[in-house]
Every structure is written in structure tokens, then in C-alpha cells.
């Protein structure tokens, strides 16, 4: 049983391709090394002229006409199921952010990795907040990318229980290689379940938990290294360098501070840091106060 309904034909156009390459590279290097031997001025101590063939010119243009004719024909047929989803596939939206993948159910539900029913069809509908993504799924044989302002997709049927890593195939900032998840294929019942679950946060702070679902903590360590962007360590009253319109600027980092920078990250700049990797992110006053209130704690 294959991982889902493409590996078959995306395998077998493969494997196609790469004989009649591997036929070829051989056949070819096989015949340059006869003739080194073979019209070699030892060999062949006198030049002769030889005359051209027709036929031998039509039969050499014929034959890779001929087979690059069947690699497209079937790598065609591999792709064009690809193309359109069922009517009745779930829909679920995959949200590309650097570097994290998020994904939000019908129902409302958001996970950051991705749990699917074994044998139904699924559509992911494909979103950049950011940069250019592009979802990987390799055991799965899917990829699209994924471009800021555009609106993509991608289908699939999983037919194999089991987790299975989801991956950026575009390069899309520093931590590109960390930008990893999973789809776990499950019997429907499970999906079902867990579709209706709350999430499991273990107990902890809910501004770590909105941390996490804005990934905050793709750029932001905790334990004071240092990462695209400034550390949350210490960061409540600690001193700080910003660029304001070119001008530098001392401040010492307050709620306040962190609420503009929050809503309006182009404002201003942490000096040695880069500029323009922040979006600016959608939460509500009380949603920011519960992420300063988990700051402050984290000394």
C-alpha cells in the first residue's frame, strides 16, 4: 500500500525517466570509448571520409522523439490527477510562515501539524504570511509552493496509517531547514475525535501558547542566544539600542513598547538586527498583555 494516491505515478514516471537516462549514459559512453579505440591513429593510420546515412539520421531522431513523447505522456498523467480535487475533500487551510507551518480546520480548530482521516480525499488550501514557502510532503510525492498574496493548492488521499514529515522545499530566510512538521494519517473514528478535542497545551501559560501559534519563537529564544530576532530573556527593562528613521534611540523595553512593535513592527528597529522580518500580527490588547505577562517571567 502506498503512502497516498500519487506515489504510484509520480514513482513509476520516475523510474521511466531514469532508465532510459541510465540506458542511454551507458549506450552513448559505450560507443565514445569504441571509436577512441577503434578510429584511433593507431588503428586507423589513414583518415578516411564516411559518407552520411539517412536512414541512420532519420532512426536517431525518430527513437528520442519517440521516447521523450512517452516520458511526457506519463509524466503527464501523474500530474494532471493532481490538478483538481474531489468536491468532497476536507478543506483545510496551510498557513506558511517563517518558520513555522499552521493548520486551521473547518470546525476552527488550529494545529501545528497536520492529522488527516485514512482514505478521504483532503485539499489544502495554501497561504503565505510572509515570504515565498513551499509545502513538502515526500512520502506523499505532493509539493507546491507558495506565494505571499496568491491563492494555491494541493490534494491528496493518505492510504497509509502512520506520521509522516512535512517540509519548506523553498529557501525562505535563515531558519529555513527548521521549518518542519508532520501529517499523521489516522483511522477516521480518531479523526474524528481528535478534531473535536481541545488542545492539549499541558498546563502552560496561555501567552506561551499564543507564542507558539504566531511563532514568536521562531525568532525569539528564551535562554538568551541569540536568533533572528532579540531574546525574550531579560527582555522587560532591559536597555536597548532602536533605530528610529535612521536615528538611534535608548529605551529601556516596557509593555508598551512591546505592544507597538507587536502592531507595528516596521516602526522601529533593535540595532544590529535585521530589519523587515516581522510581520505585524492580528491580537487583540489582552492577547498581547498575556504574552507580556509570560516575558516578564522568563528571566
Known sequence: ?????????????????????????????????????????????????????????????????????????????????????????????????????????????????????????VKLNLVSKDVLHSLYIPAFRIKQDVVPGKDYSMWFIGQKLGKYDILCAEYCGQLHSYMLSTVSVVEESKYEEWLVSAPDTNGEHPGLTLMKKNACLSCHTQDGTRLVGPSFKGLLGRNETIIIDGNDHEITVDGDYIRNKIKNPTNSLVKTYQSGLMPALPLTNDEISLMDEYISGIK
Not at 56 to 74: G, K, Q, R
Not at 103 to 114: A, I, R, T
Open 1 to 121: 500500500m502506498y503512502a497516498s494516491n500519487f506515489v504510484e505515478g509520480v514513482d513509476f514516471s520516475l523510474y521511466l525517466i531514469l532508465s532510459i537516462s541510465v540506458f542511454f549514459l551507458v549506450g552513448i559512453t559505450a560507443v565514445m570509448i569504441y571509436f577512441l579505440f577503434r578510429y584511433s591513429k593507431k588503428n586507423n593510420p589513414v583518415a578516411t571520409n564516411i559518407e552520411g546515412s539517412h536512414t541512420l539520421e532519420i532512426i536517431w531522431t525518430a527513437i528520442p522523439t519517440i521516447l521523450v513523447l512517452i516520458m511526457f505522456w506519463y509524466g503527464w498523467t501523474g500530474y494532471r490527477p493532481m490538478l483538481t480535487a474531489p468536491d468532497d475533500a476536507i478543506e483545510i487551510e496551510a498557513v506558511g510562515q517563517m518558520w513555522k507551518w499552521t493548520f486551521n480546520y473547518e470546525n476552527g480548530k488550529s494545529s501545528d501539524s497536520l492529522v488527516i482521516p485514512l482514505d478521504k480525499s
